[in-house]
């Protein structure tokens, strides 16, 4: 399974509403995890099953999708927010296949 | 708190092995698998394999196999990943990471990475 990420960078200003898409190749149900990392620092687990937050994540972050469309949605942008963020499937394994990430700038 | 550390940074020559340590704490290591992952520079991440701490069970991402072994010591909570016949391409950070758990279906602890440079 092929995930695409997109786009695979953008700029944004504090505030901002900012939404990243995830595709998959074939139907993975809600077997989505997205990821938050920074320069230098391991991923930091936010949301998986497509829309549970994870324990201690922000609420203005918020995930939604199922099957093959994902969306990964920061209502409000901080500046602790910008970084990379990947998706990744966990349906159909192996391979636990990752996006390719997208970079948030400030802007 | 629970927590995977990981072994320090190395640097193999050209067709060496290495092998790299992920030691837990904070829980029962034989209740979660253990994953790695790896982040060339500039790059995204890439799984490698899983191990099941309990079994010793292990899967491996078809590019890797016949080059990576995944395995653990129980008795002291660690699991280890070998990489052989290494080439520049490999030059990249390694992290372990534990899970998918049965209440969060993810990758929800990592180690703090380890920076294996491959160079002649």
């Known amino acids: 399974i092929q995930l695409t990420q997109s786009p695979s960078s953008l700029s944004a200003s504090v505030g901002d509403r900012v939404t990243i898409t995830c595709r998959a190749s074939?139907?993975?149900?809600?077997?989505l995890a997205w990821y938050q990392q920074k320069p230098g620092k391991a991923p930091k687990l936010l949301i998986y099953a497509a829309s549970t937050l994870q324990s201690g994540v922000p609420s203005r972050f918020s995930g939604s999708g199922s099957g093959t469309d994902f969306t990964l949605t920061i209502s409000s942008l901080q500046p602790e927010d910008f970084a990379t963020y990947y998706c990744?499937?966990?349906?159909?394994?192996?391979?636990?296949?990752f996006g390719q990430g997208t970079k948030l700038e400030i802007k | 708190q629970v927590q995977l550390v990981q072994s320090g940074a190395e640097v193999k020559k050209p067709g060496a092995s290495v092998k790299v340590s992920c030691k837990a704490s904070g829980y029962t290591f034989t209740s979660y698998d253990i994953n790695w992952v790896r982040q060339a520079t500039g790059q995204g991440l890439e799984w490698m394999g899983w191990m099941n701490p309990n079994s010793g069970n292990t899967g491996y991402a078809q590019k890797f196999q016949g080059r990576v072994t995944m395995t653990r010591n129980t008795s002291i909570s660690t699991a280890y990943m070998e990489l052989s016949s290494l080439r520049s391409e490999d030059t990249a950070v390694y992290y372990c990471?534990?899970?998918?758990?049965?209440?969060?279906?993810?990758?929800?602890?990592w180690g703090q990475g380890t920076m294996v440079t491959v160079s002649s």
């Open positions: 990744q499937q966990l349906n159909n394994f192996p391979p636990y296949t």
């Open positions: 990471a534990r899970g998918p758990g049965s209440r969060n279906y993810a990758f929800d602890i």
């Open positions: 074939q139907g993975i149900s809600s077997y």
